[in-house]
């Protein structure tokens, strides 16, 4: 309590703990209820020990949301021992906004830094996965990943509001909602070869700029109970203009219709190369390769009427979802099919 530092001091794994101890097998980190637990201001991970464990220092919270243990801890000093932080070990813990992590760290498990203050990290070089919730409520403002991370977990960044650029790797797993009402989100790149699953920026509301690498793909499923999964850019309201890689799909995946665009209102320029084989731009409008189907009309667009090519034989489902401009929309005999 003299310097208001708290160091961790041993050789391999630290226990794993419980936030609450309600039974007798649920054992509380010693040091959360100490007399001293509120002097704590920095946390220092000496080395030797190899994994922080579960919930070690997860804050509890009073009636108004304010630290009950740990409300003096801004700063984390991680060994270059360590390889994983355990789930919750620094949870709610709304005063921590320095973090030193070495370039050991492979694992960062769920809620690990859930409703904390940190606004920078340097990301461990070794990093494999970032878990659930993770970072969720922080305070970052840019997130570059290392090449080295495979998995972005359910909600991994959701509701960081002030984040304003990301940039994801090739070959990259990221789960639905990873960057959830992230409303300040302006800028992504995003890897080649990645597997994007689900709602990825559900309500990125400020969303504008969006580049994605040629292979990565989105996939039609998440977590359980969540809707129209595969729709990737769901309610960014803000995306005007995207460019789409050849690998990517706007309608049907199986039996499952993907409304990429569902919500994003103001859609008004869809960029598609000219050798992708799925799709083809008619006057700034998606169809089929073939010509046959009309998969997308940018719900953006500006014009009151529009007239369906002749020689279509299908309105695909969700074509004219959400276009709120369009007063007449002209269809050929042509067309046999109106999903």
């Known amino acids: 309590s003299s310097n208001g530092v708290m160091r961790i001091v041993g050789t391999e794994e630290m226990y794993d703990y419980w936030a609450l101890g309600i039974r007798e097998d649920m054992v509380v980190a010693p040091w959360k209820y100490a007399e001293y637990s509120s002097d704590i201001e920095k946390v220092i991970i000496e080395n030797g020990v190899t994994h922080i464990g579960d919930y070690s220092f997860c804050e509890s919270t009073d009636s108004n949301g304010n630290g009950r243990y740990y409300n003096k801890l801004n700063a984390l000093e991680i060994a270059e021992t360590v390889t994983s932080i355990g789930k919750?070990?620094?949870?709610?813990?709304h005063n921590l906004n320095s973090v030193s992590m070495p370039d050991s760290v492979e694992l960062i498990r769920e809620w690990?830094?859930?409703?904390?203050?940190?606004?920078n990290i340097h990301w461990s070089?070794?990093?494999?996965?970032?878990?659930?919730s993770s970072f969720t409520s922080t305070d970052l403002t840019e997130i570059d990943l290392p090449e080295q991370v495979q998995i972005v977990d359910y909600r991994a960044f959701s509701s960081c509001n002030?984040?304003?650029?990301?940039?994801?790797?090739?070959?990259?797993?990221?789960?639905?909602?990873?960057?959830?009402?992230?409303?300040?989100?302006?800028?992504v790149v995003i890897g080649s070869n990645c597997k994007l699953k689900g709602h990825v920026f559900n309500e990125c509301t400020n969303l504008k700029n969006v580049s994605i690498g040629e292979g990565t793909v989105n996939i039609y499923e998440g977590k359980p109970n969540?809707?129209?999964?595969?729709?990737t850019f769901y309610r960014c309201t803000g995306l005007q203009s995207i460019y789409l890689p050849n690998s990517w799909n706007l309608g049907l995946v199986g039996e499952k219709t993907i409304c990429l665009f569902y919500g994003c209102t103001n859609i008004r320029d869809v960029q598609i190369f000219d050798t992708n084989p799925k799709y083809r731009l008619i006057d700034g409008v998606v169809y089929s390769i073939d010509g046959q189907t009309l998969v997308y009309y940018p719900s953006g667009l500006t014009a009151s009427e529009y007239e369906i090519p002749e020689g279509v034989s299908k309105v695909g489902a969700g074509a004219?979802?959400?276009?709120?401009y369009l007063e007449n929309v002209i269809i050929p005999s042509s067309v046999q099919d109106i999903e």
Not at 226 to 231: H, K, N, S
Not at 320 to 324: D, L, S, V
Request: with cysteine; net charge negative.
């Open 112 to 119: 690990a830094f859930l409703g904390t203050s940190i606004s």
């Open 320 to 324: 004219f979802r959400e276009q709120k």
């Open 226 to 231: 969540q809707t129209l999964d595969g729709d």
């Open 125 to 132: 070089t070794s990093l494999i996965s970032v878990g659930e």
């Open 162 to 187: 002030r984040l304003i650029r990301i940039t994801i790797p090739d070959n990259c797993e990221v789960e639905g909602d990873a960057f959830y009402s992230c409303e300040n989100l302006d800028s």
């Open 88 to 93: 919750s070990a620094f949870c709610s813990c």
